[in-house]
Each structure stands twice: as C-alpha cells, then as structure tokens.
C-alpha cells in the first residue's frame, strides 16, 4: 500500500499563487507516477498534472498549461504543484494519486492511490 498526505491548501487572492506538496510512503518502489487532480462542487474530478518519478517527464491538462508546474521535490517521493495567476475558478479539492503507470502518466482514469485532498479557496 502507499500513502499519500497533501499540504499547502488554504486561501488565496485571485492573481497570488499557491504551492501544493505531496509525500508518498510505504510500498513507494510500485509507483512510477505521481498526479495531481482536483474537483470543485458539482463538478466532476479532472486531471491536472502528473509527473514521471523516475525521469521527471511532466505533462498537463490542457485547462491548467502554463499556470500549473508540477515537480519532483528534494525529499524522494515528494511532489509539488505551483499553482500561478490564480482565478476563483481554481477553488476546489486538489488531489495528490498515484500508480504504477502501466499506460502511461497521462492516462487520468488509472490512478490507484489516492490522498485524502487540500481544499484551495480563491477570492477574487
């Protein structure tokens, strides 16, 4: 099994910035990669960013492109997701998942592992 907590959620000012972090453990030698996700009320979860942990490939959902980083902490098994120009739109439950990764990073709807989420609130 693998766990995942999430830190740095809270409140921002439309047009500030926010930085998520991920940490990994317990059975980490089976994932390969690690996400970020989130969901505002009403609305269904959609993938964000997801990074490869062993060569650092990133990729990113075409909503979040440009204003979304994801990277490979300092500490192993640690992620971040910067989050720049936020917009009262990005209020939602961010999700840290990971995998294994058998089809790919990218591929949103095969993550098994799952933290329990950091709420992120902007005001405009």
């Known amino acids: 099994q693998v766990q995942l907590v999430e830190s740095g959620g809270g409140s921002g000012q439309a047009g500030g910035s926010l930085r998520l972090s991920c940490a990994a453990s317990?059975?980490?030698?089976?994932?390969?990669?690690m996400s970020w996700f989130r969901q505002a009320p009403g609305k269904e979860r959609e993938g964000l960013a997801a990074i490869d942990l062993g060569g650092g490939i990133t990729y990113y959902a075409d909503s979040v492109t440009g204003r979304f980083t994801i990277s490979l902490g300092n500490a192993k098994n640690t992620v971040h997701l910067q989050i720049n120009s936020l917009k009262p739109d990005d209020t939602a439950m961010y999700y840290c998942?990971?995998?294994?990764?058998?089809?790919?990073?990218?591929?949103?709807?095969?993550?098994?592992?799952w933290g329990q989420g950091t709420q992120v609130t902007v005001s405009s």
């Open positions: 998942a990971a995998d294994n990764g058998p089809f790919g990073c990218a591929t949103w709807t095969e993550y098994y592992y």
């Open positions: 317990g059975d980490t030698y089976s994932i390969n990669c």
